[in-house]
């Protein structure tokens, strides 16, 4: 019973990680509240990996995750930016743009649960990864400008919801004998963040931006393909025949 139950152990601390993440920054504390959505990443990756270690897979499992993936990587990362950057500019534009970040993650999320998708690929960028950026980017708000951070929300939002793929590590296994370790790993990130809190969000913030954008130049690389491709297409004979 508790080994069917361990991935989904794993789905509730991500949600409540994400319900901490709101609290924190409500009570002034940025930092911690970015860093609890970092960890409930760690989480949120665990628990797929567990369930098919174990082949405990199921739709509650499922649906569970996505539940809490909208939490924990689209609503607090929204409300984290919201309270340390936003609230110094126009009201309704500041609200609007909050409220994007987790419309467009429970859409990509829906999109995820219902279509196939290409093996080995995410389409759209993973609601955890634009939620880490999120969150960990709130955190250099008085270096950026509020149209930066803004205009940023709003890009990550996009990307969410586009066709960009993004490859897929989810797939990558956990050794049977090795689950049991997991919530050791789990309890010694948590301690870790709990003393570093800024220090690691920011660190983290750097590998998470390069895979959002790495994603988006791979496929810009296509687009510019398919352009000079078509470009380089003969025309047909009869619009030969009339040019002349």
């Known amino acids: ?4 139950s361990l991935p989904s152990l794993f789905t509730i601390t991500n949600l409540f ?4 993440a709101i609290i924190f920054v409500f009570n002034e504390k940025p930092e911690l509240a970015a860093i609890m959505v970092i960890v409930a990443m760690l989480t949120d990756g665990l628990d797929g990996s567990v369930a098919r270690a174990l082949n405990v897979q199921s739709e509650f499992g499922k649906e569970l995750d996505s539940l809490s993936d909208v939490i924990s990587f689209g609503v607090a990362p929204a409300f984290i930016m919201y309270v340390v950057a936003f609230q110094g500019i126009n009201e309704p534009l500041a609200w609007t743009v909050t409220a994007l970040f987790p419309i467009c993650g429970a859409l990509r999320l829906a999109r995820f649960n219902v279509n196939a998708g290409t093996p080995g690929y995410f389409i759209g960028l993973p609601i955890p990864a634009a939620g880490g950026v999120l969150s960990t980017l709130a955190l250099f708000h008085d270096e950026l ?10 890009l990550l939002s996009v990307l969410m919801i586009s066709n960009v793929k993004y490859p897929n590590f989810k797939k990558v296994g956990i050794p049977k004998a090795a689950i049991w370790v997991t919530p050791i790993i789990v309890a010694v990130a948590v301690g870790l963040a ?5 220090q690691i969000s920011k660190i983290i913030m750097v590998p998470l931006v390069i895979y959002a954008l790495y994603g988006l130049k791979k496929n810009v690389r296509i687009i510019r393909f398919i352009v000079r491709r078509r470009k380089k297409k003969p025309l047909p004979e009869e619009q030969v025949q009339e040019s002349r």
């Open 194 to 198: 709990v003393l570093f809190p800024g």
């Open 17 to 20: 990680l994400g319900i901490l």
């Open 1 to 4: 019973m508790f080994t069917k």
């Open 145 to 154: 400008s509020s149209l930066i951070l803004l205009s940023s929300t709003v």
